[in-house]
């Protein structure tokens, strides 16, 4: 008897978890047609702009009730799913208020339609910008981002430009753009048990933080970014090299579509390194690195090849990376370190820019950090999990932070992590970053998130210090 009611009560909270996200997926869907980043929106909002706005306060608070009950839903049942099958039928529910409303926190849509457009006619998104052609919808994309060169990768130009030719209208692009996000979803929801399965994870606890999390509705649904594509190829190549290593033909398959992710983002290939340890059968050696890692790292170089020369446009894309560095927010640590350096200064009548400094010093660490980890992995096992904290690694100390890229390190964390609150509570934050209309509220509140952000990192720093000397210590000493 106890046991049936138990078991009712984990039912009720299971129903209650998924109707409550449904709740909040409706009102996020309401506070798109009301004001998110609709095409004729301000280009230049501030969250004043948006309160003393038609509908301000309605707005916002349609905004921060909804994600709060999606962010509550998830977070409620992180570590009691019922099953694989519940997780994909909730995530089902949770995204279809989403594919109907306006895009949501971001208006990157419009700037990849922009970019198919220029790309379609001919131009070089690499050399110039969208301003150029002038694409038919420039008045929907924010200003920065009008002359500079896209930042994506080949593959991606190539899916925008076919995707424009395709539907020829703003809206017809947004849709086809959704579909090709639904199916990064889908196919991350097919790879991602089998990798947690090889990494003793439960495959319903996995699908659940990866694709319950609140930035997934709003972010991959609704807003549509390329993301959702570069981790369904990032997970399932990772996931085939689980499942087939010291197999050629697999490793290879998954090699090309580790090059394939990359050829969205570029930032994709950091895991192949990872990847190509996890294809090593035995002990871990240079020769049978070399013998079955080779595949992996030969099909990723092969994938990324051929689609760059399909695209006919070479390395630009590379080049098109720097124009993240146009956005100031503290959500960077380097970036916010930066900040916090000409905060303390200026009182004594210093004025530098110390961003340039601090982040070339991040990028400098990200390099280092991730040849550590690699070592670590080699010495350690558990190639997966420190693929997975090297995309911590590059999304924390580039030198932009955007809520969505949180969902790179977020899907092989889902698989192979043990413990899930510390990137649980970093996925909550994340959610609460970006209003409706895509306005970033990093960049309206410098002070006190720079000072604070920095203050993190200090600590942080220390911790790491400690923990290191801890481990050199010889057991017994005083």
Not at 231 to 260: F, H, I, K
Not at 378 to 383: D, I, N, S, Y
Request: net charge positive.
């Amino acid at each position: 008897m106890a046991d049936h009611r138990t078991g009712s009560m984990a039912n009720v909270s299971h129903h209650l978890s998924r109707w409550t996200g449904l709740a909040g997926s409706v009102l996020l869907a309401v506070a798109a047609y009301l004001g998110g980043a609709l095409p004729d929106g301000d280009l230049r909002p501030t969250p004043v702009s948006i309160w003393q706005g038609p509908d301000g306060p309605l707005i916002i608070a349609l905004w921060l009730v909804g994600t709060a009950l999606l962010a509550w839903a998830w977070w409620s049942l992180r570590d009691r799913i019922p099953s694989s099958r519940w997780v994909l039928v909730t995530v089902a529910i949770w995204l279809l208020p989403m594919l109907v409303a306006p895009p949501l926190g971001s208006r990157d849509v419009y700037a990849y339609a922009c970019q198919g457009a220029s790309f379609s006619a001919g131009l070089n998104p690499y050399e110039q910008g969208v301003s150029a052609l002038p694409c038919p919808w420039l008045d929907t994309i924010s200003y920065i981002w009008r002359d500079t060169p896209a930042p994506y990768g080949p593959l991606f130009v190539l899916l925008a430009g076919a995707v424009v030719k395709a539907t020829g209208s703003l809206w017809g692009a947004v849709a086809l753009f959704r579909l090709l996000a639904l199916a990064g979803v889908a196919l991350t929801a097919w790879a991602l048990p089998a990798l947690a399965r090889r990494c003793g994870v439960p495959p319903e606890r996995a699908l659940w933080l990866a694709l319950a999390s609140p930035l997934v509705p709003v972010h991959l649904a609704s807003g549509a970014h390329n993301d959702a594509m570069m981790v369904g190829l990032l997970v399932a190549g990772l996931a085939v090299v689980a499942s087939r290593p010291g197999r050629p033909g697999p490793l290879l398959a998954g090699g090309l579509l580790l090059g394939l992710a990359a050829s969205i983002k570029v930032t994709a290939f950091v895991v192949v390194p990872f990847a190509a340890l996890a294809a090593v059968v035995g002990p871990y050696r240079v020769r049978a690195l070399i013998r079955d890692g080779g595949w992996v790292v030969g099909g990723a170089l092969a994938a990324l090849a051929a689609v760059t020369l399909a695209a006919g446009l070479g390395l630009g894309f590379v080049s098109g990376l720097e124009q993240g560095g146009l956005v100031v927010a503290w959500t960077s640590p380097p970036t916010a370190v930066g900040q916090t350096v000409g905060y303390l200064l200026a009182p004594f009548g210093v004025h530098v820019d110390a961003l340039p400094a601090t982040r070339a010093i991040g990028m400098v660490v990200l390099v280092v950090l991730l040849i550590w980890l690699w070592f670590r992995a080699w010495r350690r096992g558990e190639p997966f999990w420190h693929a997975a904290l090297a995309l911590v690694a590059t999304v924390a100390l580039a030198p932009l932070f955007h809520p969505w890229y949180w969902l790179w390190p977020l899907a092989v964390l889902a698989a192979t992590a043990r413990r899930t609150g510390w990137f649980a509570i970093v996925t909550l934050v994340s959610a609460f970053l970006v209003l409706a209309d895509g306005t970033g509220l990093p960049r309206f509140t410098k002070m006190p998130g720079a000072p604070l952000m920095t203050l993190f990192v200090i600590v942080l720093v220390v911790r790491l210090v400690r923990s290191a000397r801890k481990v050199r210590e010889p057991v017994g000493a005083d």
